[in-house]
Every structure is written in structure tokens, then in C-alpha cells.
């Protein structure tokens, strides 16, 4: 059974800061995995995708690498800004008709 | 380009009450839709999903039930409600070819 992982929960860093936010999973015969933003009470909004034969994708500020073999996936966000906060979700997909499998997300706060 | 609507933003029903949540995706066609539930603690979890018209499959029991009357339509509904059924409702659908997942703005549901 897949199982994804967000550590950690929480961060908070000064403004400018480079981060990296991390996921972990169980199996690593994945279809693809993709990396959510979610603002409070607001939907999701989708940032990078990455298939199972990419190893990383990347979107302006945002950086997404895929490790398949060690189960990981990490997102770099480069000079972090204030309208960065918000929780951060990343999903796993199995196969071509599976369900996304999401981790509980890491909650961002870049302090001013 | 695609668009995903959901509405109501927020609801507020009685127990033993019904509820009807719909979502209607634009731009697109013949996708693949999901109804996600949210709970408190930023869990998403996956309640029924739909290849096509008038096919559904759900995920848990519950006391929701799913159709998809038209091919880009999607509703959620109860006959009656629980408090246990607030939360925040969330519709998605997916491009077939990459399986990238799109959310709607969700929809916030409390049951008193």
C-alpha cells in the first residue's frame, strides 16, 4: 500500500531564503507525482508535475526532483517571498488508472 | 483553456437535511472527475471518481453518493445529512494523457 510522507509540517524561514520541502513514498513503482499549493480555505493549485522517466521539472522560482529508486521527491523554492506561504502537497499516482495518494502536506511560512 | 467551477463556496445545512454540490468542468472533454473531502489537519481523501458519464465509483461507505448526469458535470449529494459529513469538498479532474490533477475552489460544507 502506498504511503507518502511530508516532513516537516511546518517551516518557517526569512524572506530570500532558499528551501527545500520534502516527500517520501512507500512504493516506488510510480506513474507520476505532481506538487500542490494550497492557500487557506482555497482549492488546490497545481505546480509541477513530474512523470516516473523525468528525474526533475522545473517553473520559474520552483524546482521539482524525482528519485524514484530512494522513494523521494523534494521541492526547491528559490528566494523565498512572503506571498510563497501556504501549504504545500505533493501526490503520488501509481499507474495510469490509479488514485493520486496525497501526504499531509508541509505548511510554509516566509517571514517578511 | 480548462476550467473547473464548484459551487456553493459554503454551505450550512441542518442534520437530516440534503445536499447537492456541483462541478462542471470547461475546455475539456471526456475527463476523468473526483470528488476529494478535506478534513481539519489538511488530509485529502478520495470519495468517488468518474470515467464517464453516468459511471462512478466510490471510494469509502458513506452517506454521499455521486452522478454524472452530462460529461462535464459532476454532482455530490447526501439525502441526509451527518455532522460528520462537513468538511471541505473539493472537485478535480485530470488530462487523460498526463494524468495532471486540476482542482475547483471547494466547497466548505458545516453541518449543524
Known amino acids: 500500500k502506498q504511503e507518502v510522507t511530508q516532513i516537516p509540517a511546518a517551516l518557517s524561514v526569512p524572506e530570500g531564503e532558499n528551501l527545500v520541502l520534502n516527500c517520501s513514498f512507500t512504493?516506488?513503482?510510480?506513474?507520476?507525482l505532481q506538487w500542490f499549493r494550497q492557500d487557506p480555505g482555497k482549492g488546490l493549485t497545481s505546480l509541477l508535475l513530474?512523470?516516473?522517466?523525468?528525474r526533475e521539472q522545473t517553473s520559474g522560482r520552483l524546482n521539482a526532483s524525482l528519485d524514484k529508486s530512494s522513494g523521494r521527491s523534494t521541492l526547491y523554492i528559490a528566494a523565498s517571498q512572503p506571498g510563497d506561504s501556504a501549504t504545500y502537497l505533493c501526490?503520488?499516482?501509481?499507474?495510469?488508472?490509479?488514485?493520486?495518494?496525497f501526504g499531509q502536506g508541509t505548511e510554509l511560512s516566509v517571514k517578511p | 483553456s480548462q476550467t473547473i467551477h464548484q459551487w456553493p463556496a459554503t454551505l450550512v445545512q441542518p442534520v437530516g437535511s440534503p445536499l447537492s454540490l456541483e462541478c462542471t468542468v470547461e475546455?475539456?472533454?471526456?475527463?476523468?472527475l473526483y470528488w476529494y473531502r478535506q478534513a481539519a489537519g489538511r488530509g485529502l481523501q478520495l470519495l468517488f471518481y468518474?470515467?464517464?458519464?453516468?459511471?462512478i465509483s466510490s471510494e469509502v461507505p458513506q452517506n454521499l453518493s455521486a452522478s454524472r448526469p452530462q460529461d462535464r458535470q459532476f454532482i455530490l449529494s447526501s439525502k441526509k445529512l451527518l455532522l460528520s459529513d462537513s468538511g471541505f469538498y473539493l472537485c478535480?479532474?485530470?488530462?487523460?494523457?498526463?494524468?495532471?490533477?486540476?482542482f475547483g475552489e471547494g466547497s466548505r460544507l458545516t453541518v449543524l
Open positions: 512504493d516506488s513503482a510510480i506513474y507520476n
Open positions: 475546455g475539456t472533454s471526456n475527463p476523468n
Open positions: 513530474i512523470q516516473s522517466s523525468q
Open positions: 468518474s470515467v464517464g458519464i453516468g459511471q
Open positions: 478535480a479532474w485530470s488530462r487523460l494523457n498526463t494524468g495532471e490533477l486540476f
Open positions: 501526490a503520488v499516482k501509481n499507474n495510469q488508472g490509479g488514485k493520486l495518494i
